[in-house]
């Protein structure tokens, strides 16, 4: 059965089959076990955006993910739209404004 790719933004997920968020256990190593077993899209770990404005060494860490997972949802979380959209741009800026793979879960 082939089922039909979803439309989110200009990112096309051809195999409509999501990992659901998890903190704790979404790490990349787990994450690219997933997407060799096909699914179409995969989040990140939750990422406190307080965290990634600070650039700790644990935010930098969930924030990273491998080539062969895109597209990607990168998870936020944060109290303001402030420190969350701040949290949003630095992850941009550190991929060189790179972004048509990835979208931003903010919650
Ligand atoms: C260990 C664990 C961690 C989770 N972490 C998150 C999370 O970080 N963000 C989130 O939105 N949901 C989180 N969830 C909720 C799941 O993504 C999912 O929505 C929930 O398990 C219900 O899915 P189900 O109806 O298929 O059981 C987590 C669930 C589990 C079991």
């Known amino acids: 059965m082939k089922l039909a790719p979803i439309q989110i933004g200009p990112v096309t997920i051809d195999c409509p089959i999501v990992l659901a968020p998890m903190t704790g256990v979404t790490d990349m190593p787990f994450r690219t076990i997933v997407r060799r077993f096909g699914s179409g899209l995969n989040v990140t770990e939750m990422i406190a955006s307080q965290a990634m404005i600070r650039e700790t060494r ?18 936020l ?8 959209g701040e949290a949003a741009k630095l992850n941009e800026d550190r991929r060189g404004g790179d972004y048509r793979h990835s979208i931003w879960a903010v919650r």
């Open 58 to 75: 644990q935010s930098l860490q969930k924030c990273e993910w491998h080539a062969s997972e895109e597209p990607v949802s990168m998870q």
């Open 77 to 84: 979380a944060g109290c303001t739209p402030y420190e969350m």
